[in-house]
């Protein structure tokens, strides 16, 4: 059977262009570890982890995969896997503990190490800037609902771009801003733990705001990098076909994309949203919306499965019959051909990026081997559903796999693994589970 799959004659790295980006993609606060490190200041994420109950198993990103003082080993695991990029984020405390002051040499170091061994390897930079792990010293003069930490955040988007932008082949402001702003300021399940729509949405605009601000600021020091954004999408269906489904749908597609992809491409919001909102609509001018759409290089993708609205009963995931991961999340690959194709359709989007796909499976480490066969399934079924996108004219130029290594899932603590590699947090022994070796074949093929 595996056999089958690994000869599949449908799908083959030379079906892709040959500049196409192979990657795999982390962030800074679900792997380094290291937290109290070298200068290093506290994060959002350590103060919300240190709230009772917040995360499943207890856990924190304190020590992680220990990828700080790992990094060269994860270097070579990289270069070993054939992959020619590698999407990573920044910790802003780590380089400017408070978020305003001074900045942390000895934080930069370290990301100095890890781009000269990107480099040395072959292996291209994709910086993020902002995956959630903003300073604690900025959380307590009111986050990203202060207007004013748009500034600092441009500050440090500059600086970066200052040190690092000419190894970059891009950089990317922010990681799912509705992350941020519903799960963490509506919903209160992710840091900062608020819970508030009004305030989400205000953070919803200046994550944007900041977006927008950083391009233009980059842009005009004459950095030579791509820069772009990163968004978490999903194709929203009706529960059913009854008009409170569908209208259901259209207004939770408003929420989750058009939020975000109106004020990026078109320099509005939509106004069906704005209706909805009422008093909880975002204060923002039409400078504001200009600042937002600036021409941006790259749309970020973050696929991991579809959704379903319903105005009434809550969807039912195994209703469809497909696969389940993990996290609960409908295995659907088509959706990936779908929204690719539909971002190309309703937006002027110059190029789009996978810059995240993945799974979660409970796996289990026998004699030395994960035998992940369903985590490989997933992987290749989404990298052909990229290639659909392609065959159809969609200008698609990367697909990064989530994630390099098991590591802290947010509020799922330890309990949820992602990686294509095994870590045991024990002894911190890595081992490629049999989706690294898939994904390795198929880039050297
Ligand atoms: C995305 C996040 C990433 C990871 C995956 C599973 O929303 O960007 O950090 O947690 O989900």
């Known amino acids: 059977m595996l056999m089958q799959t690994r000869q599949d004659p449908a799908l083959k790295r030379q079906d892709f262009p040959s500049d196409f980006i192979w990657g795999v993609a982390t962030s800074a606060y679900q792997i380094e570890g290291a937290a109290e490190t070298e200068g290093r200041g506290p994060s959002v994420w350590d103060a919300f982890c240190e709230q009772a109950g ?64 990107l480099i040395a390897r072959g292996i291209q930079v994709h910086i993020t800037l902002n995956h959630w792990d903003m300073p604690q010293a900025l959380q307590i003069s009111g986050g990203w609902a202060n207007r004013d930490t748009c500034a600092l955040f441009v ?164 209703s469809t019959g497909n696969e389940v991961t993990d996290m609960g999340w409908e295995v659907y690959p088509q959706g990936l051909t779908e929204l690719l194709c539909r971002l190309h359709r309703d937006y002027p989007v110059k190029r789009l990026r996978v810059t995240e796909n993945g799974a979660a499976f409970k796996d289990e480490l026998v004699n030395g081997a994960v035998e992940d066969v369903r985590r490989e399934a997933y992987l290749r079924e989404h990298i052909l559903a990229t290639r659909h996108a392609i065959e159809q004219g969609v200008p698609v130029d990367a697909y990064f796999a989530w994630s390099l290594l098991d590591n802290f899932e947010w509020a799922s603590g330890y309990e949820k693994r992602f990686g294509i590699v095994h870590v045991d947090y024990a002894t911190q022994q890595r081992t490629p589970k049999r989706s690294a070796q898939w994904y390795q074949q198929f880039l050297k093929a």
Not at 200 to 214: I, K, W
Not at 222 to 246: F, K, M, R
Not at 248 to 271: H, S
Request: a negative charge; hydrophobic letters at 40%; proline letters at 5%.
């Open 155 to 318: 500050r440090y988007a500059q600086e970066v771009a200052r040190r690092f932008g000419r190894h970059a082949s891009s950089i990317c402001t922010h990681n799912e801003p509705w992350v941020i702003a519903i799960l963490g300021h509506e919903l209160g399940v992710f840091a900062p733990g608020l819970k508030s729509r009004q305030t989400a949405m205000q953070v919803a605009h200046h994550l944007l705001l900041s977006h927008g601000l950083a391009v233009r600021a980059i842009r005009q020091m004459g950095v030579d990098t791509e820069l772009g954004i990163v968004l978490n999408l999903s194709p929203i269906y009706p529960a059913s076909d009854s008009q409170a489904d569908v209208e259901k749908a259209k207004l939770d597609d408003g929420l989750n994309a058009r939020w975000y992809l109106d004020p990026l491409f078109k320099g509005c919001y939509p106004t069906d949203v704005l209706a909805h909102l009422g008093g909880d609509a975002p204060a923002f001018s039409d400078e504001d919306m200009a600042t937002i759409a600036q021409p941006m290089d790259y749309l970020g993708v973050n696929y991991y499965t579809r959704n379903f609205s319903s105005s009434g009963n809550p969807w039912d995931v195994h």
């Open 54 to 117: 917040k995360i499943a198993d207890g856990s924190s990103g304190r020590v992680a995969c220990d990828h700080y003082h790992r990094y060269a080993q994860d270097l070579d695991l990289m270069a070993s896997l054939g992959v020619n990029a590698y999407r990573f984020s920044i910790s802003w405390p780590r380089v400017q503990p408070d978020g305003r002051g001074a900045w942390n040499e000895a934080g930069f170091a370290f990301y100095e190490r890890l781009i000269q061994g």
